[in-house]
């Protein structure tokens, strides 16, 4: 695994937590900041990790982007999906090296992009999305992610069928899931898992029922909630505002059957 | 990836959301249980989510296990780790297939479970425990998930140091992190995260203290709250009781620097 | 107001904060326990807060009920509502001495006691129930809180109408608060407030149909979590359980028309 | 209880949720907002809950403000409480009709405000609160809320003492809680309620040690969250944000003895 910063990598310059910017480093350019600018040059053969000075003096660390700053700087042409969300979703699906995930819909690509970074390098994405426009901004976003050989794009309704079969997971993060349960039950394996995130109660008890219509078990419907503290010995205390709600994630397994 | 079960696979037979029995198929056994017995002979040769009876007439479904059902049914000798948060764990800390991690400690092996089911195949676990009485447990719990084999379990106490270098991340569930932080700085790579898990405030507030002394940046610390909903039209509502804590997880990046 | 223990007396004993005795202390008798036993006579004449021993040398305090603990030693012959939604209910309705508030149903009186204690001494509580055998509990119940005299417990079924008018508040705790509205806003006085507690979100949302219907404005729907802390140097932290849902508590305020 | 909306009264006019204005509503005045005027003169001697019309055609409803309202609409020259734990603290201390209770510090006067609302007419709050900057604006709401000579600002530090004797409850709000737990202790009745509100981890350490200290028992300590829903056919879910932290609120009760 890679050490350096090379010409053309990404980087996240950190200057602190709510101020990180997410670059590609290419010679002779740089990064023009409220606290200065930063010249690549100065970055480029150095390990990444390094800090480095603006022109102002103010202290850069040059670090190596990590999946969660990935989903975090995808570009908001969408709602996009919560880290919190995404990790339960990875992990309640099942999914690993060399699985085989349906997703729908793409979206900017924040969820596509750490189905792609989990299943990779023997594994494969199929993600649905009939907006075209958003198809060209999650390939860019896979692309910078790094990630993109390991998706296909599909410009198809995912509603309308799945195309792929003996899928490991159908991942769903669309208005009208309910719609895709049949087609997701001839796609998966026996034993793979649906999972749907919806903002809405409503939605989820069409999914919940659909489900349980279908031959679908371990039906289970979950939130989530996180909260950020702030930690400082006379000071500590839970941070002031929270995200209240990002949306209700349900998890299924297929059964076969009589 | 296979979809038979074969002699001695491991079978997550399923009756509802609270009754699932996690058994190693044999040839010639059976499964008892108060909901009558399952020969499974009935199971071997046929696709993962088959559905049979037992001789009381009790429907099982035989779903393939996934990471979870190996998390939630480790041998409990140990306080074991949430999903909620391994998988916050593992997205937060940025590893994937092919990184290199050390942990510590082993306990009953959930969370090294799920370490090792992200990096494979091609990374590697360096797990340490110096309670040599979890170390089998850990080691069967491994096995049983099959990535054992992408584990070095070492009976060795991490407060002395780290003997792994150029780690990707190290994460620690342990009573004491803050006599591991200096270590950790000279395990990581440039940009490698380290991770933290702690029941107590007052582990958080020395750990970050720990983290600032060091020449780490991008601190933060988060909790979680998972919560189950009831869904059946007519009586859909949170369920009545939760988890109310489990643990503070605290993340931190190594910087180089001057 | 009073201040020592005078025979027949309501006591509550306090060992610890899951050991509480809600009793009456009469000359002569004793409380029987297995932290071994306390006679009354120990206590009559002594100022409330008074800490006494039991025979076998267990320390007990004589506390003076309050509010909280006469909600908490309802007789659970149905589900009681929660000290938090009680509080939040009675913040929001806007009662206060003085106040005439309609409530249904009466259930065991926990949520009674509390209306009673905030309007007492001028105001007054008309509680409805239809079930004759909580009625005697809740009576009870009230008696015991001192509080039976500000309320007027009525065996008719609120869907049916209600009968007082000019009323300061409706509160409802029951399974169809929606078949009360318009008789709620012929009881209420002009901008006076309706309340209604229920565990599901099905009720909710018919509740808040049925509420936009009438001429109710200002409506709100909240839920609330309350969750313990141990607090200890060095072992600091949330308690590890908790209730994770009671019900949905929805507001609105009377306006009058055209 | 009044219902004519009198030349002089208070009236909170309400567009929507979020646009409500707590005015006094005086002859020949008018309110003037972005959704125009409204004249006082077309509310005075109407009912409290009539609707009327801004020039501009749009509704406000004259509601009668309730408690809720005037802790909301304190003038905001300090940090106020929330109305979800002046709730808690309310039921948790014990209070009501004819309780004589200590608070500091006054602070906006939020907390006090609803203090007076519960232990009027014939109880007592005595309010200390050494920064006059604040007295001046704590006694203009405890005015407009009709409070005023339920209470009595003491320009005093607690720290030093608390001249009251036999009260019902101390409560405080203020940096240094455990500094008044000796002087709580003398003022206090047995089995009387001490209640103290933190926003750090911190502060309710050393508070709940001082508690321990003392002959202080039944202490608890709890936070409470609060969450909005949205209720619509088709659309229900929870707010998207919410406050993620107030305070703690610690809970204790004098005992007398040895």
């Not at 209240?244 to 076969?256: D, N």
Request: hydrophobic letters at 40%; proline letters at 3%; a positive charge.
């Amino acid at each position: 695994m890679k050490k350096k910063i090379r010409n053309g990598d990404n980087v996240l310059l950190y200057v602190n937590p709510r101020r990180t910017y997410l670059v590609k480093a290419e010679k002779g350019k740089s990064l023009h900041t409220h606290k200065g600018f930063v010249p690549y040059d100065s970055l480029i053969g150095k390990e990444y990790g390094v800090r480095t000075a603006s022109n102002l003096g103010i202290e850069f660390v040059a670090l190596r982007p990590s999946l969660k700053d990935f989903i975090f700087k995808v570009q908001r042409r969408t709602q996009i999906m919560y880290p919190k969300d995404i990790a339960l979703i990875v992990m309640f699906s099942g999914i690993g090296p060399g699985s085989k995930v349906v997703e729908a819909g793409t979206g900017a690509g924040a969820l596509t992009t750490a189905l792609a970074h989990y299943v990779k390098p023997t594994g494969r994405v199929y993600s649905y999305e009939i907006r075209t426009e958003f198809m060209q901004t999650a390939l860019k976003n896979l692309e910078k992610a790094s990630v993109a050989r390991f998706v296909e794009i599909k410009n198809q309704d995912i509603t309308q069928g799945i195309a792929e079969t003996s899928v490991d997971a159908v991942i769903l993060d669309l208005a009208t899931p309910w719609l895709v349960v049949s087609h997701a039950f001839s796609a998966l394996k026996g034993s793979g898992t649906i999972v749907s995130f919806s903002p809405t109660i409503d939605q989820v008890i069409k999914m919940v029922e659909a489900l349980r219509e279908s031959k679908f078990v371990d039906i289970e419907t979950i939130e989530t909630l996180l909260r950020g503290m702030q930690i400082e010995r006379g000071k500590t205390r839970p941070e002031t505002l929270m995200t209240a709600h990002t949306g209700y994630i349900t998890f299924a397994r297929k059964s076969l059957g009589k």
